[in-house]
């Protein structure tokens, strides 16, 4: 059962194969069995059980839809209410969130079954999911390996096949690079597409949240359960939901990729490169067009990154204080002894690290060579993918410069940590889709390929992924334990 | 040395929306602590602002008031800073492009017409209160304010004494009550004031550094803060000091301002763009229709007073006072179909005497204006004389009758009639040989006596103007 | 850019962030690393392009003036750290 596919999984529950109660069950042995993976931060079991039971109601009145009863996993930044939403830190390791998060009464409202809470980078600030306040988590394709950050939960449960699907949020590769780390799909929307209402802030003009799955049609099925307008988020498009799953077997003959010169630069790894390359031949078999494109400004998007990711973040992060909610230290002398050292005791020292600089980046006399200069230079990376998408009809190129690297290898250089996100930064700086698809293995660790798509053509993006997906099968492969 | 004094203001105007400027809370005053304080006002993680459409409206209302720019494109801002009342950590404000730029106002102070700069007016969101007494060493936070909009209005350092800080706050305070934008009361913190003030020698050119008073609550502490300030200033510069910039509070028991001691040096902010929120558009259209919906302003409105009712300058000011007052008395003149003057000066007269008495605000006026309208139809064609008038304005503030029925129930009816007032003349005259010898012979007091006799003798309902009359031609 | 301890304390402190005084030098090297990072920012003329703040060019959506919210201040108030008569308490702030 947990090998399947959402899609099939629906089949099988809709010809009563099995229940959902079944099925939940299934996964969350699952789930305990795996508990060394540290993939989860709460499991909502007995929750889980009664909306099993009621998804079962809705199936046996033929009143299902396609998540109706299908055990999903959301990534702890999601407010979930009167659960535990910890966002991996200390700092809310005692928050019972009051409220939904738009995303969570999404997936309610559609039957979802949902299993638990899962791990990540603290405050989504990470790209090894080992800044987590509840320890690392571990790649099921080798746990001595990081699964990638910051959804790293969200990703070692999809390989590990303990959740048919799970939520990821992505500021600058935060659902691509752990997808392909572990081998399976994650797809980032286009800015504006999913509500952020009660997906804890970030960074608010990068963050987008979107489907890890097993494969890119059960990423189509979670996009059209999260996508949306929602009156509650000021930076949410109104524009309206296509069918997803309608245009999912096009042919793409005469489709033109983009390739990007900046791409294939020195710091990729020659395993990777040979992946991906790969991976295009077998676009050039399904009749497509493949052109070299240059994106100059490309190689600024980390600098850029670092400062416009850390100042939002740094405004974002002043909320938690001790005063209504979250950790509050022990007999604080005064309130400034309060604020800091409740701060200083929550929060872990990546988290310190980025507020520091976008509180350096946003102070006087360096807002305008920092903050403002950051913007502008943006301005230049989206206008770059904007005149390449006049050209080409979609982007590809690595997701990662390597694959998954081990657990505490880079931890003593932030620096370090920041270049895996090299290939995929710029596209939350443009607010475009991007979706991160399995193209093999190295060294018997998953690689991922990376297809860019326009701004709201997550259809024509979903078309493209799923094309290679028929005709490859990397999709279908699992750590052998977990099989 | 002769100093001049360089004032400017900031007025926080709450604006009277009823929720809140990002949230759905309600705005509501009086409410017990925390009770209007939503997910989105507390700050939980996750939570997101949407703008309140009619912030918008009433800011662009008061910005075409002052005749003021009106930003096609304006930005919040996060204003960053700790504060127990603050959820976020930071305010929700305007900062580089706020909504409302450049505008006036025009003050009167001692005749003199002057014209005051609005440097600029943009929104914001209100802080939550803090309270810190009565809880055993610790503050207690109360965040149903939070959130609330506020409109902030500069003022360019153009005023030069209290007295004219006074006029511009009182013109401002009357401006935004008469545009419906802020009820203006400043006990609950509906419109507060902060005064920059600093002094130089005559003549200089450039400002003197300034001490910026926060949160004054009245118009009479304004100008006693004010005015205490520049005396502070001038004694320090006279005895060779020099003024710090700083924040000081006005302490009305001890008439003086006092440095609010604080650790940090000056706040660095860092504002930035507001991530959560998009620019805001006003449309042309959107300013046409506010254009065509504005009130008449309490300026215009006094004029036309002046020049329609034929009124001084005092009596028109008095009756513009107010959108209240100004609506109130226009009302009772187009229903009482009768002279302009005679509405002024029962309205003037009268009813604001009555009003005063009890402690009464106009909308609070237990006799309305079409009512009093009525009276004043029948003093009009002479159905009543004034006098008996004022005994039916009497009747009619105690209860709920109109003037016709209580002049019908107590047989008010002024007489008229000439046959019936001659024949009591007749009487009078007969009856009193004395004084009609008297008055003949040139005493004319007596006939004060006369009129007396026959007001009696007609309850007083005979028309004063007859009686004249016709005893005069009698008493010949 | 190299940030010295002292400006990693001034920092710390407008952003009220406790910074363990052995872990202050390693911060501030840290921080320096990051900056240097940045500066390669400076490489490119951006002389006349727009700041862009989000990648949607729409505008700021108005919501109507109703209220929609209500009181749920027990419920809210049990997350609080200390609550007394309804109000959040705090230590006294130091004037």
């Known amino acids: 059962m947990h090998n399947k596919t959402i899609a099939e999984l629906a089949r099988g529950l809709r010809d009563r194969e099995y229940s959902s109660v079944e099925l939940t069950q299934h996964f969350l042995n699952r789930i305990k069995q795996a508990n060394s ?110 699964p990638g950050g910051s959804s790293g939960g969200s990703a070692t449960a999809v390989a590990a096949r303990l959740v048919a699907g799970a939520t990821g949020t992505d500021t600058g590769g935060s659902i691509r690079q752990p997808a392909a780390f572990c081998g399976i799909t994650g797809l980032k929307p286009t800015y504006g597409r999913v509500s952020r209402y009660g997906m804890i802030a970030f960074a608010s003009s990068l963050d987008q949240a979107g489907p890890m799955t097993q494969t890119v049609e059960d990423a189509a099925i979670m996009l059209q359960a999260m996508a949306g307008f ?166 590809m190129g690595p997701v990662t410069p390597s694959t998954a690297f081990g657990i505490g290898e880079k931890t003593s250089d932030p620096i370090e940590m920041y270049f895996s996100d090299m290939y995929t930064i710029a596209v939350n700086l443009a607010g475009l889709p991007a979706i991160s698809i399995p193209a093999g293995f190295s060294d018997n660790k998953p690689v991922g390929l990376q297809i860019i798509g326009n701004y709201f053509a997550e259809s024509q993006l979903l078309n493209v992924a799923h094309q290679y997906q028929k005709v490859t099968d990397w999709h279908q492969q699992l750590p052998e334990q977990f099989a | 040395m002769e100093w001049e004094t360089v004032i400017g203001l900031e007025i926080h105007a709450q604006l009277a929306t009823k929720s809140k400027i990002f949230s759905g809370a309600s705005t509501a005053y009086g409410a017990p602590p925390n009770t209007q304080a939503c997910a989105v006002d507390l700050g939980f993680p996750g939570v997101l602002p949407v703008l309140n459409k009619q912030a918008v409206r009433m800011a662009v209302i008061f910005g075409m008031a002052i005749e003021a720019e009106i930003a096609p494109y304006s930005v919040f801002a996060r204003k960053n800073y700790f504060y127990p009342d603050l959820p976020k950590g930071y305010q929700i404000s305007q900062f580089e492009l706020p909504i409302v730029g450049n505008g006036h106002l025009d003050i009167q102070v001692d005749d003199i017409s002057k014209c005051i700069g609005v440097t600029r007016a943009h929104l914001e969101e209100d802080a939550g209160k803090s309270l810190h007494e009565g809880f055993h060493g610790l503050t207690g936070i109360d965040l149903n304010r939070a959130g609330t909009p506020l409109l902030e209005i500069v003022s360019e350092p153009d005023m030069r004494s209290a007295k004219e800080a006074v006029a511009y706050m009182k013109k401002l305070h009357e401006l935004v009550r008469y545009l419906k934008i802020c009820d203006g009361n400043m006990q609950e913190g509906s419109f507060r004031c902060d005064a920059n003030v600093s002094v130089r020698p005559k003549g200089q050119q450039e400002f003197g550094t300034r001490a910026e008073i926060k949160n004054i609550n009245s118009f009479k502490f304004v100008e006693k803060a004010i005015n205490f300030e520049v005396e502070r200033q001038i004694d320090i510069l006279e005895n060779g000091g020099q003024i710090v910039q700083e924040t000081r509070l006005y302490d009305a028991d001890k008439d003086e301002t006092r440095s609010m001691r604080s650790k940090e040096e000056a706040n660095d902010y860092r504002y930035f763009p507001d991530p959560d929120l998009l620019p805001v558009i006003v449309e042309e259209s959107l300013k046409q229709e506010i254009k065509a919906e504005l009130p008449e302003l309490p300026e215009a409105k006094k004029q036309r007073f002046k020049d329609q009712y034929q009124q001084d300058e005092e009596t028109a000011s008095q009756l513009t006072a107010t959108m209240e007052m100004a609506d109130y008395y226009e009302l009772v003149v187009k229903n009482a179909n009768c002279e302009a003057k005679l509405c002024t000066s029962w309205v003037t007269g009268t009813l604001l005497g009555a009003l005063n008495k009890t402690g009464l ?96 003798a007609t309850q007083g309902k005979a028309n004063p103007g007859e009686v004249n009359k016709m005893l005069k031609d009698k008493l010949k | 850019m190299a940030l010295t301890a002292e400006n990693v304390n001034s920092i710390a402190y407008l952003a009220r962030l406790g910074i363990d005084e052995k872990d202050i030098d390693a911060y501030a090297k840290d921080l320096s690393g990051i900056l240097d990072l940045v500066e390669q920012m400076s490489s490119v003329d951006t002389e006349g392009v727009l700041p862009m703040a989000h990648p949607t060019d729409q505008p700021q959506r108005l919501r109507e003036d109703e209220v929609t919210e209500h009181d749920q201040r027990d419920y809210f108030q049990k997350l609080a750290p200390q609550v007394d008569a309804g109000l959040y308490l705090v230590p006294k702030v130091i004037e």
């Open chain 1, 37 to 146: 993976l540290n993939a989860f931060v709460t499991i909502t079991e007995e929750q889980a059980m009664i909306e099993a039971k009621a998804a079962d109601e809705q199936i046996v009145k033929s009143q299902a839809g396609p998540l109706t009863g299908i055990p999903i996993g959301q990534k702890d930044i999601f407010c979930t209410k009167d659960v535990k939403t910890s966002c991996g830190s200390k700092m809310l390791d005692n928050f019972i969130s009051p409220y939904n998060a738009t995303v969570v009464e999404k997936f309610d409202q559609a039957g979802a079954v949902m299993l638990g809470k899962l791990n990540m980078d603290e405050f989504a600030m990470g790209s090894s999911n080992e800044t987590s306040f509840y320890g690392p988590v571990k790649n099921p394709w080798d746990i001595s390996k990081v």
């Open chain 2, 361 to 456: 605000e106009i909308s609070d006026s237990p006799i309305e204006a079409e009512r009093l309208a009525g009276l004043l139809q029948r003093i009009a064609d002479n159905t009543i004389s004034g006098k008996i008038a004022k005994q039916v304005f009497e009747e009619m503030w105690q209860g709920k009758a109109n003037a016709d029925e209580i002049i019908e129930a107590k047989g008010l009816k002024q007489i008229t009639d000439t046959g019936a007032i001659e024949a009591i003349i007749d009487k009078i005259i007969a009856d009193n040989p004395a004084q009609v010898e008297q008055y003949l012979s040139g005493k004319d007091k007596v006939f004060g006596f006369f009129v007396g006799q026959v007001m009696k």
């Open chain 1, 230 to 395: 929602d009156p509650k988020d000021s930076t949410s498009v109104d524009q309206p939901v296509p069918d997803y799953l309608e245009v999912l077997e096009k042919d793409i003959k005469g489709l033109k990729i983009g390739l990007i010169k900046e791409f294939f630069a020195e710091g990729l790894d020659d395993e990777c490169a040979k992946k991906v390359e790969a991976a295009l031949d077998e676009y050039r078999k399904l009749g497509a067009e493949i052109k070299e494109i240059s994106l100059p400004n490309l190689k600024l998007s980390i600098p850029v990154y670092y400062v416009i990711a850390p100042a939002e973040c740094s405004a974002n992060l002043s909320r938690y204080d001790g005063v209504r909610f979250g950790y509050r230290c022990e007999d604080p002398k005064d309130l400034n002894d309060m604020y800091i050292r409740s701060r200083g005791e929550a929060f872990g020292a990546e988290v310190k690290r980025r507020i520091l600089i976008g509180t350096y980046a946003l102070s006087a006399g360096y807002y305008d060579a920092y903050y403002i200069k950051a913007q502008k230079v943006r301005r230049l990376i989206s206008e770059d993918f904007k005149k390449a998408f006049s050209d080409v009809d979609v982007i």
